[in-house]
């Protein structure tokens, strides 16, 4: 839990910060965390049971997807969508995503993608970017973004 404090204490970019506490999270023991996979009328499902106490980190989105809190409470910070919620809860992330979490209980947590793919790892390759750079390229391709400061 007190990666989630540092976390937030931090006046680091959001990308440094999920970055700097996933190489962190790296350094401890691993938890290993099941995940599902479903494939149906183009749609990608992975759902994980993640077990009260754990501290994780997701993969970069390139796409836009649904997530499914269908039991438990987590404690949730992304770009995007940061707070503590309580299953069932549903919401919209934005391509881009990165999430950064604590299970202050059991979690089932589900992600829905559109994919063309019918296979996990051909699925994998489509949804997700290695890094932030990659993801930078695909969203903005070659444009250079610039603001007077």
């Known amino acids: 839990m007190s990666a989630l404090m540092d976390f937030d204490d931090s006046s680091m970019p959001f990308r440094e910060r999920i970055m700097a506490v996933e190489k962190r999270l790296m350094e401890l023991p691993q938890v290993e965390?099941?995940?599902?996979?479903h494939f149906g009328a183009g749609i990608y499902a992975r759902t994980m049971v993640a077990p009260k106490g754990t501290v994780l980190t997701g993969k970069i989105y390139k796409v836009p997807q649904m997530i499914i809190l269908s039991h438990g409470e987590i404690t949730v910070r992304s770009e995007a969508f940061n707070g503590r919620v309580r299953g069932p809860h549903i919401y919209a992330s934005p391509a881009g995503a990165k999430r950064?979490?604590?299970?202050?209980?059991?979690?089932?947590?589900?992600?829905?993608t559109s994919v063309n793919a019918t296979d996990v790892e051909s699925a994998e390759k489509e949804i997700y970017a290695e890094t932030y750079e990659e993801l930078d390229h695909i969203?903005?391709?070659?444009?250079?973004?610039?603001?007077?400061v």
């Open 139 to 148: 969203l903005y391709g070659d444009t250079i973004l610039a603001v007077e």
């Open 100 to 112: 950064f979490g604590y299970c202050h209980t059991d979690v089932v947590w589900t992600c829905l």
């Open 33 to 37: 965390i099941p995940i599902e996979h």
